[in-house]
T-cell receptor, first 110, second 111 residues
């Protein structure tokens, strides 16, 4: 099983602050996906990164895939209370199981 | 927007009983998955299904579990004889290309 380590496990910040969360593995993945999960709901796909060094932006969220395709980061600019949630990364090889990290639980307070 | 739908949203069952969890994946997707998430823990892979057969399964997916795609739309997970430790959220997902789309889950409580 390919292990994905996410850090930090918990993060509490105030609205307007910037933050970065990390996803690291010793394994190489063909793609890496980021999801956001709210309590009692299923994970919602935010982005998939495929190419080493790739950077993708989704409004205030910036996702980066490491050059070696083993790690990734998610940076949120000017966090809002609506960003509160559990952020999950998952490594994937096409057709095979998504392997999830334990997630970073983000709380953005007013 | 197409979505994965799961029924029921909640299921309470007695230990030893059989349960069937149902999913309707996104229609043009080819890869289907079941995952589970025990309260407060990570999302765990159970099984993947492609071309009408299991393509991969985890250690959790033992003989008590089975999956079926009985028609062109439904994808089911059966637990033959439930145990207390089967209590969890069960998520169905489907994928075509990059990125999996998850249903809202079925909360299974075994008492």
């Amino acid at each position: 099983t390919q292990l994905l380590e996410q850090s930090p496990q918990f993060l509490s910040i105030q609205e307007g602050e910037n933050l970065t969360v990390y996803c690291n593995s010793s394994s190489v993945f063909s793609s890496l996906q980021w999801y956001r999960q709210e309590p009692g709901e299923g994970p919602v796909l935010l982005v998939t990164v495929v190419t080493g060094g790739e950077v993708k932006k989704l409004k205030r969220l910036t996702f980066q895939f490491g050059d070696a395709r083993k790690d990734s980061s998610l940076h949120i600019t000017a966090a809002q209370t609506g960003d509160t949630g559990l952020y999950l990364c998952a490594g994937a090889d096409l057709g095979y199981a998504l392997n999830f990290g334990k997630g970073t639980s983000l709380l953005v307070t007013p | 927007e197409p979505e994965v739908t799961q029924t029921p949203s909640h299921q309470v069952t007695q230990m030893g009983q059989e349960v069937i969890l149902r999913c309707v994946p996104i229609s043009n997707h080819l890869y289907f998955y079941w995952y589970r998430q025990i309260l407060g823990q990570k999302v765990e892979f159970l099984v993947s299904f492609y071309n009408n057969e299991i393509s991969e399964k985890s250690e959790i997916f033992d003989d008590q579990f089975s999956v079926e795609r009985p028609d062109g739309s439904n994808f089911t997970l059966k637990i033959r004889s439930t145990k207390l430790e089967d209590s969890a959220m069960y998520f169905c997902a489907s994928m075509e290309g990059l990125g999996a789309f998850f249903g809202q889950g079925t909360r299974l409580t075994v008492v």
